[in-house]
């Protein structure tokens, strides 16, 4: 095997990235090595490249970027037994303490000590990255890599969508970047009974309409409370997956969704925002879900079962699929918003 890699880094603090050449990660006892096939790309990895105030304030220099992977193993640690060399599998990608209250009371997903690929160690824009076997999940090895890669993100669209009923309900989509897209098709594979997506970019609100969205509504040209409420016979909707991180957002939200109603927000907004916690929360009973990652690993499982079922459209949510080396021209397609999710081809098949 090869001793160097290729890697997108960052290796100065200001906007860019660089093709670079690293050494081949080494492993530990518990640790496995995986042979990157295909990544793609997230929100935070453009926070880093653009290098904003989040990722000045978190990203150590110099840095591999990127999070979300299907691989091959080629190395496992000696005190791995449950994996082998040969097995495609995808990342979960926080890693943590498994000793805290949280990780003991199934709530990993929140553990304090928590430490994310790509955002706190070395990620998976590089041919090789080596990660604690306990965050392998194996994957059927007949599915295209390049759906295999999505999970970590088709995990945060299912997270929020499943975090409570959803059968049945109808439900506001906010925000139809990559995420929000997934939730779209998410929530219409589970049997919501209407789904609402909201946003302001026409690209991303026609894939939503394609993918299966009842109704779309470009919030810059509609009164989207109006609208909601007139496409839910004025009581508004049973359920809000909140994407976008937009404090008005968020605030149309907690108007139109229906009194009694459920409100899970994976966005994250830049700055603190204002709500009127007795008119739009109190009164109307409704339930706030916050949504961070994954539960470890509940919602992995319902990924690959709702991938084995055949009911999701990642190939058409993947809207572009580019080698490595072309990785500006991802970041310029996801700062247009002009896309769905990118992903990153690493390895030729001739090289598998």
């Not at 194996?138 to 088709?154: G, H, I, M, S, T």
């Not at 809000?240 to 966005?267: H, T």
């Not at 058409?316 to 990153?344: D, Q, R, W, Y």
Request: with cysteine; glycine share 10%.
């Amino acid at each position: 095997m090869q001793n160097k890699m290729l890697t997108i880094s960052k290796i100065e603090p200001k906007k860019g990235a660089v093709l670079v050449e690293k050494p081949v990660p080494e492993i530990t006892d518990d640790e496995i090595l995986v042979k990157v096939l295909a990544t793609s790309v997230c929100g935070t990895d453009v926070h880093i490249y653009q290098w904003d105030a989040w990722a000045q304030s978190r990203i150590p220099i110099p840095q591999t970027m990127g999070h979300e992977l299907a691989g091959k193993i080629v190395q496992v640690g000696s005190r791995v037994h449950h994996l082998s060399v040969g097995d495609i599998v995808s990342a979960e990608t926080h890693i943590v303490c498994g000793l805290c209250e949280f990780c003991l009371t199934g709530q990993a997903h929140i553990c304090k000590n928590t430490k994310v690929l790509g955002v706190d160690r070395d990620g998976a824009f590089a041919q090789y990255i080596a990660i604690p076997a306990i965050n392998a999940f194996k994957n059927d090895p007949n599915v295209p890599y390049e759906l295999l890669c999505v999970q970590e993100p088709l995990g945060n669209a299912v997270h929020t969508v499943l975090s409570g009923e959803i059968i049945g309900k109808t439900v506001a989509i906010v925000g139809v970047g990559p995420i929000g897209i997934m939730a779209v098709d998410v929530a219409k594979a589970v049997g919501a009974s209407k789904v609402i997506a909201i946003d302001i970019n026409d690209y991303r609100l026609n894939l939503a309409k394609e993918l299966g969205a009842d109704h779309i509504i470009n919030a810059q040209h509609a009164d989207v409370i109006s609208v909601v409420r007139e496409l839910t016979h004025g009581l508004g909707v049973d359920v809000v997956c909140e994407m976008s991180g937009s404090g008005f957002a968020l605030n149309q939200a907690l108007n139109y969704v229906k009194d009694g109603g459920r409100v899970s927000i994976l966005g994250i907004p830049t700055k603190p925002v204002e709500i009127e916690v007795g008119k739009n929360i109190v009164f109307k009973g409704l339930t706030i879900h916050g949504i961070t990652g994954r539960r470890m690993y509940q919602t992995w499982f319902q990924v690959k079962a709702l991938i084995d079922s055949g009911r999701l459209h990642l190939d058409k949510i993947i809207t572009h699929k580019l080698p490595l080396e072309e990785f500006e021209k991802a970041m310029e397609l996801m700062e247009s918003g002009n896309c769905g999710k990118i992903v990153l081809m690493v390895s030729h098949p001739e090289e598998i």
